[in-house]
């Protein structure tokens, strides 16, 4: 039997697609529990926008957004590039779907419209552009106007925001449906995220005095939108807590593979490139067909541990391009064919992207959005 064939998966076409022992299972009841579990904490009537930029932080952008469309868990969604939004549009999803990122070249306007998806004008230069593209199209074309209050990314700044919105009410076509900005340091700053969320309310209530305050405003990701209810405005633009990767909420990602290899080496006994590993003792050493090539980074290398049989089992020695040594050495559960964890839990032991981050001195974002399209996202739970 191909180790495939035992690979938990919905449907047995998702399980011949792959041999390689190596899968992410992302459980989709977990991100709509997710999504629905930070709603509940809403006001009624706020909106959720679902950010599923870079294929869902890794997790699979197109079953994630039609987990979250069919359970109604989220209103919109937001993505980083047009040909994002595009790829969900190809796949059926109909939820209204902002492009959180910049509209360069400016004739990916078109693309974008075309395709529905709302653009953004971080510019009156875009601006301009989207009411032409609204009067090529013949078309009302309805786009978020972006300010930058203190993220320094893109985005206008407050008054030049604010100049937009106003040349945008015009009537040329193009309408500022909503007014958003991104917030720098709302996880560790509150200091700093009062002033940003200052300036974005004296935008607001400048144009509300001229009756042009855009329908929707928005301004919190995860942490933005369960620390500082004052942030919420009309919409929040949950990433990190959906995926289950914010304290408090579910993890949705399980990264497995198999051992396919199984020695004893003698005490004293390299393993992998540079020889930075070496017996102590006698040791049983198992082989993962995973690397960092699959986005399972090479800082983990002699640091980060799988789990097999429930134990946790240290990496040993480089982590490589496609493979990965672990000391099973008195695992009795270690045999070739054994299921590994290097991401979730397996018994009571859990290995969380938190850790494996915090090993990188890197953040869970990266870590998850790291893993490369090498390795198959196998869904589960609810909607699979
Ligand atoms: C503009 C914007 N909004 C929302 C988010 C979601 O943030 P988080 O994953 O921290 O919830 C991101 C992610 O970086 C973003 O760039």
Same mark, same amino acid.
């Given at each position: 039997?191909?180790?495939?064939?035992?690979?938990?998966?919905?449907?047995?076409?998702?399980?011949?697609?792959?041999?390689?022992?190596?899968?992410?299972?992302?459980?989709? @009841? *977990?991100?709509?529990?997710?999504?629905? #579990?930070? +709603? /509940? $904490?809403?006001?009624?009537?706020?909106? %959720?926008?679902? !950010?599923?930029?870079?294929?869902?932080?890794?997790? @699979? *952008?197109?079953?994630?957004?039609?987990? #979250?469309? +069919? /359970? $109604?868990?989220?209103?919109?969604?937001? %993505?980083?590039? !047009?040909?994002?939004?595009?790829?969900?549009?190809?796949?059926?999803?109909?939820?209204?779907?902002?492009?959180?990122?910049?509209?360069?070249?400016?004739?990916s306007v078109l693309a974008a419209v075309a395709h529905g998806l709302t653009p953004i004008a971080a510019s009156l230069e875009s601006a301009k552009r989207l009411v032409e593209v609204a009067e090529r199209l013949g078309r009302r074309v309805d786009c978020h106007v972006k300010i930058d209050t203190g993220m320094g990314r893109i985005g206008a700044r407050p008054q030049a925001a604010e100049e937009i919105v106003r040349f945008l009410s015009r009537g040329g076509g193009a309408r500022a449906q909503g007014l958003y900005t991104h917030l720098a340091r709302a996880e560790d700053d509150p200091e700093f995220t009062a002033e940003q969320l200052r300036l974005f309310r004296g935008a607001l209530a400048a144009l509300a005095r001229e009756g042009l305050r855009p329908p929707l405003a928005h301004a919190a990701n995860s942490a933005a939108a369960l620390k500082f209810p004052s942030a919420r405005f009309d919409m929040v633009r949950p990433g990190l807590a959906a995926y289950g990767l914010y304290p408090g909420f579910e993890p949705a990602l399980t990264l497995k593979t198999k051992i396919v290899f199984l020695k004893t080496v003698p005490k004293g006994a390299s393993v992998s490139y540079g020889a930075t590993w070496r017996a102590r003792r006698v040791s049983r050493v198992a082989t993962l067909p995973i690397g960092y090539a699959d986005g399972y980074p090479r800082a983990l290398s002699n640091r980060a541990d799988a789990l097999v049989g429930g134990r946790r089992c240290r990496v040993i020695g480089r982590v490589t391009m496609d493979q990965t040594m672990i000391d099973v050495t008195g695992v009795a559960a270690a045999r070739v064919g054994e299921d590994a964890v290097l991401i979730g839990a397996q018994g009571r032991e859990r290995v969380d992207a938190a850790e494996l981050a915090r090993l990188c001195g890197t953040i869970p974002y990266e870590t998850a959005a790291a893993l490369s399209s090498r390795v198959p996202r196998v869904p589960v739970g609810v909607g699979a």
């Amino acid at each position: 039997m191909p180790p495939s064939a035992q690979v938990q998966a919905p449907t047995p076409a998702v399980a011949r697609r792959f041999f390689r022992p190596t899968w992410a299972e992302v459980d989709l @009841g *977990a991100i709509v529990r997710n999504l629905t #579990a930070l +709603r /509940a $904490r809403l006001k009624s009537g706020t909106r %959720v926008m679902f !950010v599923v930029k870079a294929n869902a932080y890794g997790h @699979g *952008a197109e079953a994630c957004a039609r987990a #979250a469309e +069919r /359970a $109604r868990a989220a209103d919109w969604l937001g %993505v980083s590039s !047009v040909e994002e939004g595009v790829a969900l549009r190809d796949a059926g999803l109909r939820l209204p779907i902002l492009v959180l990122g910049s509209l360069y070249p400016f004739e990916s306007v078109l693309a974008a419209v075309a395709h529905g998806l709302t653009p953004i004008a971080a510019s009156l230069e875009s601006a301009k552009r989207l009411v032409e593209v609204a009067e090529r199209l013949g078309r009302r074309v309805d786009c978020h106007v972006k300010i930058d209050t203190g993220m320094g990314r893109i985005g206008a700044r407050p008054q030049a925001a604010e100049e937009i919105v106003r040349f945008l009410s015009r009537g040329g076509g193009a309408r500022a449906q909503g007014l958003y900005t991104h917030l720098a340091r709302a996880e560790d700053d509150p200091e700093f995220t009062a002033e940003q969320l200052r300036l974005f309310r004296g935008a607001l209530a400048a144009l509300a005095r001229e009756g042009l305050r855009p329908p929707l405003a928005h301004a919190a990701n995860s942490a933005a939108a369960l620390k500082f209810p004052s942030a919420r405005f009309d919409m929040v633009r949950p990433g990190l807590a959906a995926y289950g990767l914010y304290p408090g909420f579910e993890p949705a990602l399980t990264l497995k593979t198999k051992i396919v290899f199984l020695k004893t080496v003698p005490k004293g006994a390299s393993v992998s490139y540079g020889a930075t590993w070496r017996a102590r003792r006698v040791s049983r050493v198992a082989t993962l067909p995973i690397g960092y090539a699959d986005g399972y980074p090479r800082a983990l290398s002699n640091r980060a541990d799988a789990l097999v049989g429930g134990r946790r089992c240290r990496v040993i020695g480089r982590v490589t391009m496609d493979q990965t040594m672990i000391d099973v050495t008195g695992v009795a559960a270690a045999r070739v064919g054994e299921d590994a964890v290097l991401i979730g839990a397996q018994g009571r032991e859990r290995v969380d992207a938190a850790e494996l981050a915090r090993l990188c001195g890197t953040i869970p974002y990266e870590t998850a959005a790291a893993l490369s399209s090498r390795v198959p996202r196998v869904p589960v739970g609810v909607g699979a």
